[in-house]
């Protein structure tokens, strides 16, 4: 999302309709790339609602460790950049609190190596884009800094390739990038990839078979979905989303890429479409819609479940949910 600086109230952390309520989905919408898009998924799953988040967020860092899903960051009362940091044990389905984070964030490209979680860049309290990377040790409930970004940036993807947290696009001081850096947590350094062909922000990402896939994101609301083959560091482009939008969330399950809710390219309508890449086909199906439009939202994966963590359940960030969706 933009900052509530800069648009009339504003993803992750986020991850529809001309000022439709939450429950006003537009999944059924007529989609832009309709020959794309099947109507059933190869797996039936249904969604269900969760223990509530003890406070409601959106434009948050999601990320799992183990059998827990860490959120970090956000918005808090319709106010941006917060230390929050919950915990959901998905065993015990209890949340907790974590330590905060070190400086109020939000907007934070988030994922876990190791029983690490890594959180990098977002927005800060001075509205602009960070290099920061903190770095959550989660046997010890403690936050170090680490090597920060070779450039600020905030509403990034990171996701976790053989080991190594890869950052993606996002806004930096002069606009959208497609930069695509690597960091190795062994050496506490960064790398530099092939970069996005074309930069964004507000995307959804996640591993499929040992690759990247990005699609979607800013500015205004795009339908690219884009793919990184690390053994010839190369980008080519795949089936564009049948729906284009931004402030999505992506997950990776069953051999499939997932791109869940979303915003319009407007800032006033949310959505719940689901769409699945299947990477064989190359062919978008719809899962089952989100109960209830949601943007600047993650996504995190566990045993076979997405969990969806609270976000905006309007368009801008002026109106949080504390829900937690799961899909499985």
Same mark, same amino acid.
């Given at each position: =999302?933009?900052?509530? &600086?800069?648009?009339?109230?504003?993803?992750?952390?986020? =991850?529809?309709?001309?000022?439709? +309520?939450?429950? *006003? +989905?537009? +999944? &059924?919408?007529?989609?832009t790339r309709e020959a794309h898009a099947t109507t059933s998924a190869p797996t039936p799953k249904v969604w269900t609602t969760g223990p509530a988040l003890p406070v409601a967020l959106s434009e948050v860092g999601v990320a $799992?460790?183990? $059998?827990?899903?860490?959120?970090?960051?956000?918005?808090?009362?319709?106010?941006?950049?917060?230390?929050?940091?919950?915990?959901?044990?998905?065993?015990?389905?209890r949340w907790r609190t974590g330590?905060?984070?070190p400086v109020a964030l939000d907007h934070?490209?988030?994922?876990?190596?190791?029983?690490?979680?890594?959180?990098?860049?977002?927005?800060?309290?001075?509205g602009r884009p960070s290099a920061s990377?903190?770095?959550y040790d989660t046997t010890k409930d403690t936050w170090t800094t680490r090597a920060g970004l070779p450039s600020a940036r905030a509403a990034a993807v990171a996701v976790v390739l053989d080991g190594r947290l890869h950052v993606i696009g996002g806004k930096g001081p002069g606009g959208d990038v497609g930069e695509h850096d690597v960091y190795d947590p062994r050496l506490n350094q960064w790398t530099q990839a092939a970069?996005?062909?074309?930069?964004? *922000?507000? $995307?959804?990402?996640?591993?499929?078979?040992?690759?990247?896939?990005? $699609?979607?994101?800013?500015?205004?609301?795009?339908? +690219?979905?884009?793919?990184?083959e690390p053994k010839t560091n190369t980008w080519s482009a795949e089936a564009a989303l049948p729906l284009a939008r931004n402030s999505i969330a992506g997950a990776a399950l069953d051999g499939r890429f997932l791109v869940i809710g979303g915003e319009d390219a407007n800032e006033r309508g949310v959505y719940t479409r689901v769409d699945a890449l299947d990477p064989e086909t190359h062919r978008w199906s719809e899962l089952p819609p989100l109960p209830a439009g949601r943007q600047g939202i993650g996504a995190a994966v566990i045993a076979g479940r997405v969990y969806v963590p609270g976000g905006g359940p309007s368009g801008g960030g002026s109106r949080q949910s504390d829900v937690l969706y799961v899909l499985g």
């Open positions: =999302m933009t900052r509530l &600086g800069r648009v009339a109230a504003v993803v992750v952390l986020v =991850m529809f309709g001309a000022c439709r +309520s939450a429950g *006003d +989905s537009r +999944s &059924g919408a007529t989609t $799992a460790d183990g $059998a827990s899903i860490h959120v970090l960051g956000g918005y808090v009362a319709g106010r941006p950049h917060s230390t929050t940091h919950l915990v959901f044990d998905t065993a015990a389905r330590a905060p984070l934070i490209a988030t994922a876990a190596v190791d029983h690490v979680v890594y959180a990098a860049g977002g927005y800060g309290a001075n990377l903190y770095a970069a996005l062909p074309l930069p964004r *922000d507000h $995307a959804a990402a996640a591993v499929v078979g040992g690759r990247i896939f990005v $699609a979607g994101g800013r500015p205004g609301a795009i339908d +690219s979905t884009e793919v990184y």
